[in-house]
């Protein structure tokens, strides 16, 4: 009996001590706005994946796509409060954090996505990284999505085309004089409200990269899409400076070994997704792809190019230079 009770004693005290021993999971939320079957929202469960394999019991991570917790307009306030821990917004949505990664928005700026790439392995693109560190976040790296096209009601082939159109951007000054340089009239709008406004009409068009345009079935509510590539559609993967710096030295490691390999599968997958998400976009039948002639692509650089001057003092004509550099 003496025997049976010293046993179930030495139980409970096994059990209490787990539980004092055992301390929680870190939780890691990482909040986006679009779909899963896209870059971001693949890169966001490989991390996801990784982590959890690696920090067993340590740390979980939970995922939330298509706006489910924040859109962009919010998500980074969030994250200064404590209420999210990672978010990859689109580099065009982080105005009131740094003006340097305006440069991403300058239309006609890089040729294609290798440029981009180039560009942010190099020094000046590595430093940009730390351009959001003075508002209390930590820029951690990348991500691609791709090159962005006009889709709008109409055939737009010359920027006179696009004159007195209504497009949505993201929420960025420097998208707002790229269409207010060819006399359209630009509309700063959260992503998750872009296909009910282009089918009800109350936008005309939108740009954006394939995998978007093809995964939010912007396509099925715009007739037209002109092939421009006319710019960048990456992303910033960013946590708060405060969840950072409290995460242990060896965590925090594996965490970013984690998201750097989380972010070569993403851009793995997004290049892969600018040639198959554009293919099934024409085979749709649901809109018409136009390309532009060397002479029209000539027209709408001319109409556009001038913004860059107008945003050099923000940016930092060096970063500019830096950047087109990378076109070579
Ligand atoms: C995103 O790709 O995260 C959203 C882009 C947009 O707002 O158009």
């Given at each position: 009996?003496?025997?049976?009770a ?9 059990v ?11 939780m ?57 821990q ?33 560009f ?10 730390d ?55 630009p509309?700063k ?49 960013v ?46 039948g ?17 109409a ?7 945003f ?17």
């Amino acid at each position: 009996m003496r025997f049976r009770a010293l046993s179930a004693a030495i139980a409970l005290s096994a059990v209490f001590l787990a539980g004092t021993v055992d301390a929680k999971p870190i939780m890691i939320k990482f909040s986006h706005v679009v779909a899963e079957n896209t870059p971001k929202g693949q890169m966001a469960n490989k991390f996801k994946q990784l982590v959890e394999e690696r920090l067993a019991g340590k740390v979980k991570v939970e995922v939330f796509p298509s706006s489910q917790l924040f859109g962009d307009n919010k998500v980074l306030e969030a994250m200064l409060l404590g209420d999210v821990q990672m978010a990859a917004p689109s580099l065009s949505k982080f105005k009131r954090y740094t003006k340097k990664l305006q440069l991403f928005d300058l239309p006609f700026l890089f040729k294609d996505i290798a440029a981009v790439d180039r560009f942010q392995r190099s020094a000046a693109g590595q430093k940009l990284l730390d351009s959001v560190k003075k508002k209390g976040l930590v820029g951690l790296g990348y991500l691609h999505n791709g090159m962005k096209q006009l889709s709008a009601s109409k055939p737009l082939l010359v920027p006179a085309d696009a004159s007195g159109l209504k497009f949505r951007i993201m929420s960025s000054d420097v998208l707002a004089a790229q269409f207010e340089a060819i006399n359209a009239n630009p509309l700063k709008k959260p992503f998750s409200e872009v296909f009910t406004l282009l089918q009800t009409k109350a936008i005309d068009g939108q740009e954006n990269s394939w995998s978007n345009i093809y995964s939010k079935k912007f396509f099925e509510v715009q007739p037209f899409i002109t092939e421009t590539n006319h710019g960048d559609l990456d992303y910033l993967v960013v946590t708060s400076k405060s969840f950072w710096d409290g995460l242990p030295a060896d965590i925090r490691a594996t965490v970013k070994k984690s998201l750097d390999e989380a972010i070569a599968f993403g851009n793995r997958v997004a290049a892969k997704k600018a040639v198959s998400d554009r293919q099934k976009i024409i085979d749709s039948g649901r809109t018409k792809v136009l390309s532009l002639t060397a002479a029209q692509r000539a027209l709408w650089v001319a109409a556009m190019k001038p913004v860059w001057k107008k945003f050099e003092g923000q940016i930092g004509k060096d970063l500019i230079d830096a950047a087109y550099a990378s076109n070579k």
